[in-house]
């Protein structure tokens, strides 16, 4: 799961930067003031470690041709109120409107359609776009290591009085050096709160145990880093509870603040998300007839493991036509590792939630159980998918969820496929079902800080991998999407700033933002 960077673990050999431009949700006393985010759900998340799971949104009504329901005037008593109509959306139905506004028609409680019209808006804080982008460089740090030079790296984490430091940003190692210079980082004002608020700075030697060895730390604000800045001074380093001074300084060579496009700027512009699925049919999750498989499809209605995993996508997604494909079967006389999950028509694509789970349940009737487990032919179709779309337009960004139970027999080859598809619009959601040992998975899902390489050497562009085991989420109170959709608005982000595409400034063709999206009943 992303966004822990313990001490022991935070990179457990990886030595990458993590965060310094991801999503973090922290605020303070300031933010308060400009619309950043609630304080309760704040901390529930940062305590969590999960950093990026909501962004603040502000939502405002109007309403038009309301029924008269006053004898003599319009004026509401609030004692004696009148029942006008009620209506019904997905938040992620105005989001993903261009002027992030959608008009519904009221209808009776009994769906019968009534006078007037209510007009939602949403409106994300320019508090959530703010950043600070800084770069760092550190002299004369004290040595850790016997038989040559520290290989040091710095952490930075948010003070939060009622839980602790919470790490927002990493640095990538600099080896065998007392002088290191870092590339730059990004902090955003959702990670940092206020300017004023509490920083803890700390440099480590870097050991590729995951036991890192603290050089210095000292507690600062942004504030102060600016100080630093303008002033061309550097800030001392002392021992975790500074009791007592360390050797070496820290320089702030540059920092500026800045604005950053959201992923809702992204997605309100007419950017898409389109969503693929793949399930895994190997012979390891049972036999389907039998109660105890993870593929039993329950008379009474019950919902199997994979059913369980619940499609949240398809309103980012602007046809709902979703790519579905089973792996690790035996179909038509040979095993399949990417098959259309759509036996019926042959057709790769499904309509809707209903149609994934009318094919799922299908194909379970249609094709044996087999394997081996191997992820590399679906990514190597879905990033084919990615791959055909830059040919016509740069807006859309594709999601490939894949629903497993097992351990993979491919897993160099997948790799391999994974590295190469860094450099696609594509992220990939894994969900773990059953009581599999899935270490390979959080190989795959690196968030250790560690990118994925490939069998010739090239290091994944950046991070596209998700992994989630259902068991640790099942019954608690984040649930599998929320896991799932942790990492994805950074994975999106990253791509297009790194890209240089920026949202789109008019409405898409044939957009319309101030039609009712129901007709109204007669």
């Known amino acids: 799961m992303g966004g822990c960077f313990s001490v022991a673990g935070d990179v457990r050999g990886g030595m990458e930067a993590v965060g310094g431009g991801g999503g973090g949700r922290s605020r303070g006393d300031a933010a308060a003031q400009q619309g950043g985010p609630n304080d309760a759900v704040d901390y529930f998340f940062q305590t969590q470690g999960l950093r990026g799971l909501y962004t603040p949104v502000e939502l405002s009504f109007s309403a038009t041709k309301l029924r008269n329901t006053d004898a003599f005037s319009k004026t509401l008593k609030l004692d004696q109120q009148d029942f006008l109509g009620e209506a019904c959306c997905n938040l992620s139905e105005i989001v993903t409107k261009f002027d992030h506004s959608l008009t519904l028609n009221l209808r009776s409680d009994c769906g019968h359609g009534l006078h007037g019209t209510m007009t939602v808006h949403a409106e994300e804080s320019d508090f959530s776009r703010m950043a600070v982008e800084m770069t ?102 002392y021992s975790h509870k500074g009791q007592r001074k360390m050797k070496g300084q820290l320089f702030v060579d540059k920092l500026q603040e800045k604005v950053q496009h959201t992923f809702l700027d992204y997605i309100s512009s007419g950017f898409e998300l389109n969503f693929m699925v793949a399930v895994d049919f190997t012979a390891s999750n049972g036999d389907p007839r039998a109660p105890q498989s993870l593929h039993y499809i329950d008379p009474s209605g019950r919902p199997n493991s994979y059913q369980q995993v619940r499609i949240f996508l398809q309103f980012y997604d602007n046809d709902r036509r979703f790519p579905a494909w089973g792996f690790g079967a035996k179909t038509q006389g040979h095993i399949s590792h990417c098959f259309n999950l759509n036996t019926a028509t042959n057709d790769c694509e499904v309509v809707g939630v209903e149609g994934i789970m009318s094919a799922y349940t299908s194909s379970l009737y249609s094709v044996s159980l087999a394997g081996p487990t191997m992820f590399g032919p679906v990514i190597n179709k879905a990033a084919e998918i990615a791959s055909q779309s830059l040919q016509y337009l740069n807006n859309k960004y594709f999601v490939l969820l894949i629903i497993t139970d097992g351990v993979l027999t491919d897993i160099q080859e997948t790799k391999d496929t994974i590295v190469r598809a860094s450099d696609l619009p594509l992220s990939i959601l894994i969900v773990g079902v059953g009581n599999a040992d899935f270490k390979q998975m959080e190989i795959l899902d690196a968030d250790n800080g560690k990118r994925l390489e490939s069998s010739t050497g090239r290091i994944a562009t950046r991070d596209i991998v998700q992994f989630v085991p259902m068991r640790d989420v099942q019954g608690g109170q984040i649930s599998v999407v929320q896991s799932l959709l942790e990492e994805l608005p950074g994975q999106f982000l990253h791509y297009m700033r790194a890209r240089g595409i920026k949202p789109q400034q008019q409405a898409p063709p044939g957009h319309d933002a101030s039609a009712p999206v129901y007709p109204q009943h007669q």
């Open 136 to 237: 760092l460089h550190c002299l004369n740090l004290e040595n850790k290591d016997v038989f040559s030079k520290s290989d040091p790296f710095l952490r930075i984490s948010k003070l939060v009085e009622t839980a602790g430091p919470i790490p927002i940003c990493k640095t990538e190692v600099v080896t065998n050096n007392l002088n290191p210079v870092w590339r730059p980082i990004t902090l955003t004002s959702q990670q940092y709160g206020s300017k004023d608020n509490p920083l803890l700075v700390e440099c480590f030697d870097f050991e590729s145990s995951g036991n890192h060895e603290l050089i210095g730390a000292f507690q600062t604000t942004i504030t102060q880093l600016e100080n630093l800045y303008t002033s061309k001074s550097g800030a001392n380093f």
